[in-house]
C-alpha cells in the first residue's frame, strides 16, 4: 500500500514561488505515474500535472510554462515547482500515484492520495 505525505504548502504573494514535495513510501516508487491535483473552495478537484516513469510531463493549460513537475526515484520523492503564482492557484493540492505506465488526467485513474496540503496566494 503507497502511501503519500505532501508538504511545502504555505502563504505566498501573487508572483512568488512555492514547490511542493511528496514523499511516498510503501511501495516501488519509480514504477508509479505520479500525479498532482488541487481543489479551491467550493470547486471540484482537477488536474495540475503529471509525469510518467519515464519523466514524461504532461500539464493543465492553466499551469503550463509556471508550474514544473519532477520526481526523484532515489528519495521516493515527487515535486512541483510553482512560479509566477496567482491569486486563483489558491487551493488545496493533493498528491496522486497511478500503477499503471501510462499517464493519466482524470481522478479516477489514479489509484493512492496524499492528505492535500494549502497553498494560498494573497493578490
Known amino acids: 500500500q503507497l502511501q503519500l505525505v505532501e508538504s511545502g504548502g504555505g502563504l505566498v504573494q501573487a508572483g512568488g514561488s512555492l514547490r511542493l514535495s511528496c514523499a511516498a513510501s510503501g511501495g516501488t516508487f519509480s514504477r508509479y505515474v505520479m500525479g498532482w491535483f488541487r481543489q479551491a473552495p467550493g470547486k471540484e478537484r482537477e488536474f495540475v500535472a503529471t509525469i510518467s516513469w519515464s519523466i514524461y510531463t504532461y500539464y493543465a493549460d492553466s499551469v503550463k510554462g509556471r508550474f514544473t513537475i519532477s520526481r526523484d526515484n532515489a528519495k521516493n520523492t515527487v515535486y512541483l515547482q510553482m512560479n509566477n503564482l496567482k491569486h486563483e492557484d489558491t487551493a488545496v493540492y493533493y498528491c496522486?500515484?497511478?500503477?499503471?505506465?501510462?499517464?493519466?488526467?482524470?481522478?479516477?485513474?489514479?489509484?493512492?492520495w496524499g492528505q492535500g496540503t494549502q497553498v494560498t496566494v494573497s493578490s
Open positions: 496522486a500515484a497511478r500503477i499503471r505506465l501510462d499517464i493519466a488526467t482524470m481522478m479516477s485513474e489514479y489509484d493512492y
